[in-house]
């Protein structure tokens, strides 16, 4: 990567659990960060005055409001995929539409975020781009097949972005977490979830990006 300093940082899905937590901790780190929201507008606002940031709303399933905003925040030296959206239930009782939208947001809202910020990163020949997928996406999970489909799926999409950018001194990278302790599993008692392993925290995952954006 380029000496130039990473001072930008937009994260997606910024004012949910583990996305706050990623915000909180770029912050701290001396980004200037973007928290993206859908719905939630008062928890984005509320985050990005707690850390000196600016909240973004856009849906990052639709491609042109994922442009407004880039256009809106200005260049992008870092961008967190961290927005998802999850559907628990047998697969066979899923409709097309859940299918859908699971896939809108959690691989092409990914894809249409690392294509609104590319071309400056490639202009400046530096960036990071850090996709959260899941532990799901590599072993896959029961009553969560569409989730752990679309959570591969960003896998592979950042493992071919990564080889294709590398050259312009872009990074990429996919952190897969286990069980994390957010709303998302609120469903799950905690008995539950300790089942299919150790239980995480959202500051472990900020901490893994961070590591992540930090690495050579």
């Known amino acids: 990567m ?3 300093k990473i001072i930008t940082a937009l994260v ?3 004012a949910g659990g583990i996305g706050s937590a990623i915000c909180r901790r770029l912050a701290a780190d001396g ?7 859908n719905s939630g507008r008062e928890r984005a606002e509320r985050l990005a005055s707690e850390i000196g940031g600016v909240a973004l709303k856009a849906d990052v399933a639709d491609a042109v409001e994922v442009a407004a ?3 809106k925040f200005g260049a992008v030296d870092v961008l967190v995929n961290n927005a998802g959206v999850a559907d628990y239930g047998l697969f ?7 299918r859908a939208r699971v896939f809108a947001v ?3 809202g990914a894809m249409n975020c690392a294509a609104a910020v590319l071309p400056e990163m490639l202009r400046a020949q530096s960036g990071c781009i850090v996709n959260i997928s899941s532990i799901w996406g590599e072993v896959g999970a029961s009553c969560e097949v569409v989730y752990s489909a679309s959570k591969a799926a960003l896998i592979g999409f950042s493992k071919a972005l ?4 590398e050259p312009s001194g872009i990074r990429v990278s996919y952190i897969a977490p286990g069980v994390i302790d957010t709303p998302m599993n609120a469903r799950f008692t905690r008995e539950e979830l300790a089942e299919v392993g150790p239980i995480g925290t959202p500051e472990d995952v900020a901490e893994a990006v961070a590591a992540a954006i930090g690495s050579e």
């Open 2 to 4: 380029s000496e130039r």
């Open 12 to 14: 997606t899905g910024g």
């Open 31 to 37: 980004y200037f960060v973007a928290v993206n929201y």
């Open 69 to 71: 905003m880039i256009e």
């Open 92 to 98: 066979q009782l899923t409709t097309a539409e859940q």
């Open 106 to 108: 959690n691989i092409m």
């Open 162 to 165: 990564a080889r294709e950018v």
